[in-house]
């Protein structure tokens, strides 16, 4: 007998009641029943995102949001800050770059967090129109100094803030009207425990400003056309009907456990994953780590492509190795979504057996126990 | 007591098999277990688009696919001939402007069909790297001569036959390899009977060679990317994981029942509910209708959307009313998918309510039972 469990930094366990919620008819979107739904979950978006303003909802993966972002708020040659801390900051300016916008690269080495003070030395050069950055880099499990980095352009006329927060949406505290964030992306596949498939993304009031200008291609990530559907409870193309029954549902779970309730869950389950990591004798790779994820070093003499492929196919509980340079140096467990304190003993019992099997000395059950008295009351 | 009944031209009623495939939990997509899967998937699709080369899976509505086709294939400043008969054909010259791309378009009336001799005389002048057109305009239930626009561009080195067939997959014959169509497009919530949120398209061995030369900006939709990681059975980015195992349950009901069972299904579909409505008295829209769907003129003096409003608020059965000039004066009744003989039936039979309550003086029965006459084996 083998149960499959599911503990990667995205795809993230589905919540059941959402699994039951995409499983029933699909009602046309052009109906009342529909419109009533969507209408609930742009409510619902408002809340998570902490914003005033509307959330577009997307039939995409996460990149289409981020390709949205550079194609609507930017124009072709204009010039950008771009935080490259990881995988995902690469495609920050691989976006740029295919679309003619010029980024300026801070090269941040991966596991750490880009310095503000950075940021700010080139802000000052001027010129800039935005700064492109990670909430949660997934590749590390760093979280880059995003309050610090709104101080910076929340004054700025005509610079804005776009924050991937793919992987931090709903795990940690990113009040977007409040520190001034003018583009936030989140996806389905993450805390938000959906099947992946949505992309979201709000704008601040300035970034809408910003759209308005922008001269660059956009047919079917056009964010204007998507808000004026949106506000008669539509979208511009056929919506992903089934995903955003599962995302209605979702919200109103988030909102019944209610938002500081969610970050401090996530907050708790990290400590008890790093808890539990550490008595094992293993380092975090993240400086600044994020609550979604924890990133461990592999130990040494051991391939952490070893540990991710071991847990795979003898425990069949997927979490995620590491990427280019760090591919058998690290990897990363994820404790985010439809996620609780047991899970965390869960992956960390696997996780056990698994350096067991690979030769790694150690007192079996110490990660558990240091978790587990972390995570007590 | 109320059911829901869904028969627009898309999305279409999902097949309960794949419900419940859908379901069941997320596999993470870097798994054996969903490459599996995907290869499965990539066999079937092959089958289905009727060629040799491999089907791009994209995590989008159909027109995510038709942008790809269009920023994938030409090269900004080429010349494209445009067949605009209707919402999706205007789609196509849309798509164009927003990319550089330069249209010329031929108009042709809403509810018909485009003259090849039309296309071939724009040919002879020379100069369009494609034609771009709809298999089936679902505006208007119209089916464009696809075999013999092939006919006209597959001797044509450069120059691509581009078809939207994303209400025509799965329900007319369009054999991609033998007939050289060069682009075809489908997507999950049509024929298919998935949810709405993936976009499928093929292309041919000449088109792969035009996607290596073009020009325009891409990232998400970027083809040379998604081929690159479905040969190995991944996707570019995150894939839409649960509509991918609903699509592999559909793709077998399909084989099963077999490609030419599957269109003869489709045409008996569309006879018996043609010969339901003409027995009603009332007129076809389209002059060369598509087995997909059946667009209908509204009676003298009743409001198509009334048809359409009362179908949806009294008997909760969705169809679609007309589009841009002919809202009110058409509407349309779907027969493709998750569909069968008696689903006609009950259409039939809410629809000759409806007109019934709208004032329409005819026969009741007589819809239903000239169409079960057809229908009977």
């Known amino acids: 007998m083998r149960k499959y469990r599911l503990f990667a930094p995205g795809p993230t366990a589905v919540a059941e009641s959402a699994s039951l919620a995409m499983a029933g008819s699909i009602i046309h979107h052009r109906t009342r029943a529909f419109e009533a739904v969507l209408e609930e979950v742009r409510r619902g978006l408002k809340w998570l995102f902490q914003t005033k303003n509307e959330i577009l909802i997307l039939a995409s993966s996460g990149t289409g949001a981020m390709e949205g972002a550079v194609t609507n708020l930017f124009s072709k040659g204009e010039k950008v800050i771009v935080v490259d801390?990881?995988?995902?900051?690469?495609?920050?300016?691989?976006?740029?770059?295919?679309?003619?916008?010029?980024?300026?690269?801070?090269?941040?080495?991966?596991?750490?967090?880009?310095?503000?003070?950075?940021?700010?030395?080139?802000?000052?050069?001027?010129?800039?129109?935005?700064?492109?950055v990670q909430a949660s880099e997934s590749s590390t499990g760093v979280t880059h100094p995003i309050e610090k980095l709104a101080d910076l352009t929340r004054g700025m006329k005509d610079c804005l803030l776009v924050v991937d927060a793919i992987s931090a949406l709903g795990a940690m505290d990113l009040p977007m009207d409040r520190w001034g964030i003018d583009a936030l992306i989140g996806a389905s596949q993450k805390a938000l425990a959906l099947p992946p498939g949505l992309a979201l993304i709000g704008l601040s009031d300035k970034a809408w400003q910003a759209a308005e200008k922008g001269n660059l291609p956009?047919?079917?990530?056009?964010?204007?056309?998507?808000?004026?559907?949106?506000?008669?409870?539509?979208?511009?193309?056929?919506?992903?009907?089934?995903?955003?029954?599962?995302?209605?549902?979702?919200?109103?779970?988030?909102?019944?456990?209610?938002?500081?309730?969610?970050?401090?869950?996530?907050?708790?389950?990290?400590?008890?994953?790093?808890?539990?990591?550490?008595?094992?004798?293993?380092?975090?790779?993240?400086?600044?780590?994020?609550?979604?994820?924890?990133?461990?070093?592999?130990?040494?003499?051991?391939?952490?492509?070893?540990?991710?492929?071991?847990?795979?196919?003898?425990?069949?509980?997927?979490?995620?190795?590491?990427?280019?340079?760090?591919?058998?140096?690290?990897?990363?467990?994820?404790?985010?979504?439809?996620?609780?304190?047991?899970?965390?003993?869960?992956?960390?019992?696997?996780?056990?057996?698994?350096?067991?099997?690979?030769?790694?000395?150690?007192?079996?059950?110490?990660?558990?126990?240091?978790?587990?008295?972390?995570?007590?009351?």
Chains 1, 2 share one sequence.
């Open 218 to 377: 956009r047919f079917y990530f056009d964010f204007r056309k998507e808000l004026k559907g949106l506000v008669t409870n539509q979208t511009a193309y056929t919506p992903a009907i089934g995903l955003i029954f599962g995302l209605a549902e979702r919200l109103k779970a988030m909102q019944t456990e209610g938002l500081q309730p969610l970050f401090e869950r996530h907050q708790r389950l990290s400590d008890g994953m790093r808890a539990g990591v550490t008595a094992l004798g293993l380092a975090l790779f993240a400086k600044s780590p994020v609550n979604s994820l924890t990133a461990v070093i592999a130990p040494s003499g051991i391939d952490g492509q070893k540990i991710y492929k071991t847990l795979q196919e003898k425990y069949n509980l997927t979490i995620a190795g590491g990427q280019d340079d760090f591919k058998g140096k690290i990897f990363r467990l994820a404790h985010m979504g439809h996620y609780d304190d047991l899970d965390v003993v869960t992956v960390l019992a696997a996780l056990e057996w698994t350096l067991a099997d690979l030769g790694y000395r150690f007192e079996m059950g110490a990660g558990v126990g240091a978790a587990m008295k972390v995570l007590h009351g």
């Open 85 to 132: 801390g990881g995988k995902f900051g690469e495609r920050w300016w691989k976006i740029c770059k295919a679309y003619g916008v010029e980024p300026e690269i801070i090269k941040v080495p991966w596991g750490e967090a880009v310095s503000p003070a950075d940021v700010e030395k080139l802000l000052k050069k001027g010129g800039y129109k935005g700064v492109l």
